[in-house]
């Protein structure tokens, strides 16, 4: 079994201190691979003068040199052969640029121990039959974007019952489908089953305000789960604070703090990072985080960054190290106050990485590969 396979069995998943060295060894494995699979990859590391040696503790993941997310939204690079892949899926460009994960059999297993892992830990897990509002487009063929397979496999975690979309697929097109969202929450409510609600921050406020507009008040069911993910993105400016948001939920839905779940994550980087009851996002054992500064230096706990997020995950794409646009901070999970000892970050806003210029970045001066292209 390789490393990485045992570290994505491992069920404690927050105890990164007895995961050290299980981590550095699946990393290690990871990086061989792609630099012996993937010439592009093999090309970038060499152009930032990186040699594996130098890698001889989990202190040193830093020395990896890191991908930034707007580099593998203009390239594709893959460490199989095309025929070994799985699964395909896309961001929502909602940035203009897309970017493309696509997982080969082993990949899928190592994503697949992490879900459970991650779901059974958090809780999330039911038996109860459950009715779902999904905060996004339904699925389609014709629709590759992740997020969209993401929130279906969610509905998973619980047995549906139902499933209503705030964006339905016509066959053609699709369209906003508020008021079939207004009748389902008042049958759901009648019902007396649980419901889950899942979609970005902005879409569930967008929905608590309709209610809220349109004199509808509910009292759901208390096993009921809002879960979020995928920040505000475009919706920046309309933007409220996390008491503010539960606070809405309350007075609409009957669902405070205590039912809302946010979880964090990258189709560059497949790993789920769930809130914890204090709403913070610790990090698993099936990754390691390093914030950094604009000389790509690693900082300490507390001081903001770019989040520079590593994990051995992928062997379809060398996904092993990628730099988020994202401005963050690190903390001791002894701070949080849950009893989770882990490291937890938090997100602060968003930075124009494409104006960073980074090792891994300028190497694309070195890669016969036309922009937006595959290889």
Known sequence: ??????????????????????????????VRHHMDNCPEYAKIVAHCDFAIEEVKTIDDLYKIPPIPTVFLKNHTLYSVSPKHLMLKSTTSGTSGKVSEMALDWPSSLRGIGMIKGMFFTNKLIS????????????????????????????TYAAPAVHRVYALKDTGTEYVLNIEGIKKALIRYEKSGLPVRFMGFPAYFMFLLKELSDSGIKLTLHPKSLILLAGGWKQFLAEKVDKPTLYAMSKEVLGLGGDRIREFFGAVEHPIA????????????????????????????????????????????????????????????????????????????????LADIKTCAANASELLDIKKGGST
Do not use: W
């Open 273 to 352: 990072y769930f809130d914890c009851p204090n709403h913070h996002f610790h990090v698993p054992v099936y990754s390691r985080v390093i914030i950094r500064d604009v000389n790509l230096q690693p900082v300490g706990y507390g001081v903001p960054g770019l989040l520079n997020l590593i994990t051995p995950m992928m062997t379809s794409m060398p996904f092993v190290s990628v730099m988020t646009d994202d401005l963050a901070v690190l903390h001791p999970g002894e701070e949080c106050g849950c009893g989770n000892r882990s490291p937890y970050f938090e997100i602060l806003g968003r930075v124009g």
């Open 127 to 154: 038996p109860r039959l459950t009715n779902y509002v999904v905060l996004g487009y339904q699925p389609a063929r014709r629709n590759k974007i992740g997020a969209v397979k993401t929130a279906y496999a969610t």
């Open 1 to 30: 079994m390789s490393y990485a396979r045992k570290l994505f069995c491992y069920r404690k998943i927050y105890d990164l201190e007895n995961t050290n060295e299980l981590f550095l060894h699946a990393i290690l494995e990871n």
